[in-house]
Structure formats: C-alpha cells, structure tokens
C-alpha cells in the first residue's frame, strides 16, 4: 500500500489539518464501518439524503445528533430476555452501531424517518447570503469626470 506524507505541506498550511488526517485514514480500510450499510444521494442542487438500513430498530432505540459538522447516528437494541423467544437461526443484526459522518460547512439537517427498516435523513446545504457570489455591474464612463471637492465662487 502507497503511504503519502502531508509533513511537507504542514509547514506552509494552516488550518487544514483536519483534512490531512481524514486523507490519512482513507487509506486504512481496515477501520472502515461496514455495519448498517447506507446510501448517500443527491435529490436536488442543495439537497441531500442518507439512507440507512437500520433493520429491526425502533425509533425509540436510534438516535441522531449533530455538533459541528459531524452528524452521529447511534443504534443500542434494548435488551430482550431470554425467555421470550428461543433462535435456531439468528441472521438479523441486534448489535448496537454508531455511524459518523462529516458535514460540509452549511449542510443542516431537515428531517429523519424511518420506515419500512430504513432510516431517511434528509440535508440541505444553505449558504447565507453575504457568503453567495455576486455579480457586480460595470458602470459606463462618462467623458466628463466627477468632480469631487465644490467649486469655488
């Protein structure tokens, strides 16, 4: 496997060091999270969805919370006794998960639903207005220029 040294370019950044790590561990995939699997799509120019299937868990027992550009969704199943059900054959996950993801700056999230064993976690990305671009107009010059101080009599 090729490792890439980002020592270099610390010198000369600053403030970029969260991104180096996260280039860092793209390239360990042994500590990639596999359980529940998701989708992530794009339903409109700033919009956005996460899909997550979250088979045999309630909405009481997952829970999502966002904190500077992460968004966490955790899953712990509530403790069944053991002398409700006997299992022969146990192919549905019970254990507990917590599945991070990184926000981009602006990205909000605007609702979370769960069906069919799906978790829908909708995102929009609203950038505030001062930060949009603008287009500023060019205006024509006159032959005469502007006089600036007041004439005097």
Known sequence: MRHVDFSPLYRS????????????????????????????????????????AVAGFDESELSIEAREHALTVKGEKAEESAEESQFLYRGIAKRAF??????????????????NGLLHIDLVREIPEAMKPR????AAGSAQPKQIEAQSA
């Open 98 to 115: 917590e599945r991070r993801f990184q926000l981009a700056d602006h990205v909000e999230i605007r609702s979370a639903s769960l069906k």
């Open 135 to 138: 287009k500023i107009e060019i």
């Open 13 to 52: 950044t600053v403030g970029f060091d969260r991104l180096f790590t996260m280039l860092d561990s793209l390239g360990q995939p042994d500590q990639a999270q596999t359980y529940p699997p998701y989708n992530i799509e794009r339903t409109g120019e700033n919009a956005y969805r996460i899909t997550m």
